[in-house]
């Protein structure tokens, strides 16, 4: 799925996703694959899986496209 980050607190370590079917999606620091590129800024296209979670959905094996 892919999706364009939406905002994220580096302090916190976590933020959020909009899908492409405009779908909000949660994703922690420990989800991005290519931890080099955390810097995750508003409107960066990102490619994820879906993981259910207790608390709804969660993005998963969460990549910074090009």
Do not use: C
């Not at 302090?11 to 420990?30: A, C, S």
């Amino acid at each position: 799925m892919q999706g364009k980050v939406k905002w994220y607190d580096n302090g916190r370590g976590f933020g959020v996703i909009e899908t492409e079917k405009g779908e909000e999606v949660i994703f922690t620091r420990v989800a991005v694959e290519n931890a080099g590129r955390i810097s995750q800024r508003a409107k960066e296209a990102v490619e994820f899986d879906i993981k259910k979670v207790p608390r709804g959905k969660e993005a998963a094996n969460l990549h910074v496209l090009s």
